[in-house]
């Protein structure tokens, strides 16, 4: 089956079963971009692996075809080799999930290679014994940030990836939907070396097909008819359903944005706000537009970098965007961080609500009464787009916007016909228990925002002309 991208074909691996001669294949590789880079929480233990599970059905399939899979994805963000980022730290977790030996190929390009060539003779030497061992076929790159050719996105990095296999009938696989959005070797320059051989994976299929299922509408919305709303009622929690406040009952969009890549989600906003109705702001990206407004908001998370942006795209979408008018703050925050993602410790007699803007301390979570007036505004809504966690949900103390939010969610999807999506690693882990019952969790945050908004590179590179 093809998927139509912009009037290019995307092939998916399902379709190798049908063209393949299994007698022939000499085990060549399937280069296989995933995202491992999965929320780790207090313990240093995952907070959800459903960014792990997702590929499992890709890797069967792949080594059942035969080949040896080489695993390629990154974790966090390192600039340089940094043991704290490691995929060791991961590897048990993927091998549980896969119950499969996965090896973690040596940081040196040209010893991962050796690694491989000698696996590869030891497999021959099985299946001629008609014994075919998994153990020996799944292999794991090292974090591929901690090369300095990925994030930019340099071709003879990406030649020097493809040169582990000398096997002209190896392949590319993109399995990574939600890291299809960036422009890194490992993206979007491998498959250059693969030129008719690079194929999407069973869960970028499915990403593929789910979100066109119930979002695809808002891709090629030009913009929404910006309705009458009368904001103070908003924020009086009273919504009227009359014509002077929603023209139609039941036909508004809203889309939650979180969390704190603001860098990335920011300029997402900005088209997005023209087709919504409602920007729900929380996190720390409703942070840096408190700043932007003048507020105080004191030693709180923001990217001072965005502060200008923010004011042009609050001047722009004014009466849709909503920001937290009450807070949970964090005074005096005892640090003892996990050095992967900001799972800070802290003593629950420092943690205050806050009612007013002028804030001492670190915004931590959205305050009830902003809880009220999001819920109130969900309960009008028939499609919700949530990308990032409303507050450091890793921290109990922290959870209860997010909580009361997915709450709603999930019972106004489930009782009436609410469409919810939610898309990020955090945000997945953040709504918890209350996924399941949403109409759609993506795995990716900033890639989905940026599927809805733009063109992905990652889905540009997969685009064949035959
Ligand atoms: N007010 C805040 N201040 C600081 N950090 C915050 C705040 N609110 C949320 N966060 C943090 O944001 C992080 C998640 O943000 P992120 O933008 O990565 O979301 P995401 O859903 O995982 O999206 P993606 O998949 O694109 O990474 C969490 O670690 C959470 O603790
Ligand atoms: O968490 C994500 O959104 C993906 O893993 C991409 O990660 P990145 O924002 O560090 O590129």
Not at 73 to 93: A, E, R, V
Not at 252 to 268: A, E, M, N, Q, R
Request: hydrophobic share 40%.
């Amino acid at each position: 089956m093809y998927y139509l991208y912009n009037q290019k074909k995307i092939k998916f691996i399902d379709e190798i079963s049908k063209f393949i001669n299994y007698n022939s294949i000499n085990h060549p590789i399937a280069f296989t971009r995933v995202d491992f880079n999965i929320p780790i929480g207090e313990t240093n233990s995952p907070l959800s692996v459903a960014r792990i599970k997702q590929n499992k059905e890709t890797i069967l399939l792949l080594l059942k075809l035969g080949y040896i899979v080489v695993l390629i994805s990154h974790f966090g963000q390192p600039t340089s080799i940094n043991p704290d980022y490691s995929l060791k730290k991961i590897l048990k977790y993927i091998e549980n999930e896969y119950q499969i030996n996965v090896n973690i190929l040596p940081y040196e390009l040209d010893k991962a290679a050796k690694t491989i060539l000698i696996n590869t003779q030891n497999i021959k030497k099985q299946k001629s014994l008609q014994f075919y061992d998994f153990n020996n076929s799944l292999y794991l790159l090292e974090n591929i940030r901690f090369y300095s050719g990925e994030i930019e996105n340099n071709l003879n990095f990406a030649k020097k990836i493809s040169e582990l296999s000398q096997n002209e009938d190896s392949i590319y696989v993109n399995d990574a939907f939600s890291v299809s959005h960036r422009h890194h070797a490992s993206i979007c320059s491998l498959p250059i070396f693969f030129p008719n051989k690079s194929y999407g994976g069973l869960a970028l299929k499915q990403e593929l097909l789910l979100l066109d299922k119930y979002v695809g509408h808002l891709r090629n919305m030009e913009s929404k008819k910006i309705q009458y709303i009368n904001k103070t009622s908003i924020l009086d929690n009273k919504i009227k359903d009359n014509n002077n406040t929603f023209n139609d009952k039941f036909n508004i969009s809203v889309v939650i944005i979180g969390g704190k890549k603001i860098t990335t989600k920011l300029p997402l906003i900005k088209n997005l706000s023209q087709k919504l109705d409602y920007i729900i702001l929380g996190g720390a990206i409703a942070n840096t537009f408190s700043i932007a407004l003048g507020k105080k908001i004191g030693s709180s998370f923001y990217e001072p970098e965005m502060i200008d942006f923010a004011m042009e795209i609050y001047l722009k979408s004014k009466a849709k965007i909503i920001l937290p008018q009450d807070y949970i703050v964090v005074e005096n925050t005892v640090v003892e961080s996990t050095t992967i993602n900001t799972t800070d410790i802290i003593k629950k007699d420092y943690i205050h609500k806050f009612s007013e803007d002028n804030i001492s301390g670190e915004i931590g979570d959205i305050g009830e009464i902003t809880i009220k007036n999001v819920i109130s505004i969900i309960k009008k809504a028939n499609i919700l787009i949530w990308c990032g966690p409303l507050g450091r949900y890793e921290i109990p103390e922290l959870s209860n916007g997010t909580d009361s939010v997915a709450n709603i969610v999930a019972q106004e999807t489930s009782h009436r016909a609410l469409t919810s999506i939610a898309g990020g690693g955090d945000t997945i882990a953040a709504l918890g228990k209350y996924a399941e019952k949403f109409t759609y969790c993506s795995t990716a945050g900033g890639a989905f925002m940026m599927w809805i908004e733009d063109e992905l590179p990652g889905l540009i590179a997969l685009q064949n002309n035959d």
